[in-house]
């Protein structure tokens, strides 16, 4: 089947209708670890679609940005931008060619499960739910594409609204995710966990609960019926979150009832009420973009600068042996860099301005990471010299390029900017290869929230652990 799709992801609503901006775009809200969005794109190319043609005016930007070139989905994907309240048809009805050929329009707030055999004639889709919604998918000509065509009832998903993204994230996991193509590893019957959840053995589970990596759940914590908890997140001693979605990077507090509830970080959306709350006590975690008083130089205990000192003496042969490695085998010394310094103070309006160094180093993270000692050899032994410097600590989050600050998302460049810089960080242990941006970003928000004397000296015992005993 040689069918192309078109995609309508030009209209994007607002999830609140009253308080504080929730800021975060519908079609991004996750479904079982993955953007609802991607679940589309996923879905339409499962239905043997390769072409796609993509209008998009709202949040154009963030979109193409998450979407590419369409490489990671198999598919080839043409962008055309709209400025809002175009005609979205009458801009597809010129675009199309030829005028006689079914093509299959869709949107991004929409899921329904149709299949293969429903694309062989034109036909509207509509929802199977009691009030029948129209889903605004369709299979059509150019000549079809506003009028009336038989209705076809199929089981929808949809992110049209907070309480219907409640109501399709209860509905995929009764499914258990048939239909889709879903992250994460069901651990019991109806409970997915992420890598690196940290489940104590007095919290409570109740079934279907999703739970993304490097989630870390308290003491006496209730968690479900129906509950996704994005990647990174942490839910506080004695907590509940029923009937609710926490997204990526958010801490819930001690002691708080969250249900029927989105959380983004310290905004918390009520989907019944479609009003938000703005946490500004602490209950909640803040988002990683605001501006507390920061130091102007990472603080590097005494103790560690002298530990620093006598390691880097006593390695001082092993790091010439390193050089002339580089400099007669590989024939390239070092690496030079600009990476962004952090902590710093950055206005969210110039996030793309930070303040830069210029850095070197013998081998790039991405090509050690995987071996413990390959980190201890390449990172850890010429790092000793930093920490002695003041430029870092052991523990904390590793200097990024300014190229890769760039394409870090908005919260994820305010948590880097917040942070320690440290030679070893909680990615190099956990993981054995380089892990995706999803699991980078998990790792750094939980080390994040995480950090203290008592939990860098854990990480060190399990350095060094599995630089003896290898890894588990």
Known sequence: ??????????????????????????????????????????YIERLGIQDLDIYLSQYADDLERFIGDGERWGVRITYHLLKQKSSVLSRIAKDVKPAEELFLLCNNLHLPFITKEQLSQPVSFRDTSASGADTLWKVCTKEHLESELPPVAVETLSVESAASYLQSLKQILSRKGEGLI????????????????????????????????????????????????????????????IGSSVLSGSFIGRNLDVRGCIVNQNRILNAELSTVYAATDEVLF??????????SKPPVPALSRIIALLLGILTLPVLGLLWL??????RKPRHHLTVVCHPQQVDSSRLSEPKTM??????????????????LAWHLIPGFWMILGGKARFFGIPYKTIEDFKNLSRDWQGLYLRSIPGIISEADIIYSQYPGDEMLFAAEMYYSVMESPRYNAKLLGRYVKQLICGRD
């Open 1 to 42: 089947m040689n069918m192309k799709a078109i995609c309508d992801f030009t209209t994007i609503p607002s999830l609140q209708k009253q308080g504080e901006p929730f800021g975060f775009p519908a079609c991004f809200l996750p479904l079982m670890g993955k953007a609802f969005v991607q679940h589309v794109l996923e």
């Open 286 to 295: 803040t988002a990683v973009e605001v501006n507390d008083a920061l130091p």
């Open 182 to 241: 879903v992250m994460g590893k069901e651990i019991r019957e109806g409970i997915w966990a992420g890598p690196g959840t940290k489940l104590p053995p007095t919290c409570t589970l109740v079934a279907p609960v999703y739970m993304g990596a490097q989630v870390s759940i308290g003491d006496q914590a209730i968690i479900g019926p129906v509950a996704e908890i994005g990647a990174g997140c942490i839910i506080d001693t004695g907590s509940y979150v």
């Open 325 to 330: 490695y580089q400099l007669i085998v590989v």
């Open 358 to 375: 210029r850095m070197h180093m013998l081998r790039k993270r991405a090509q050690t990471r995987g071996s413990l000692w390959k980190h």
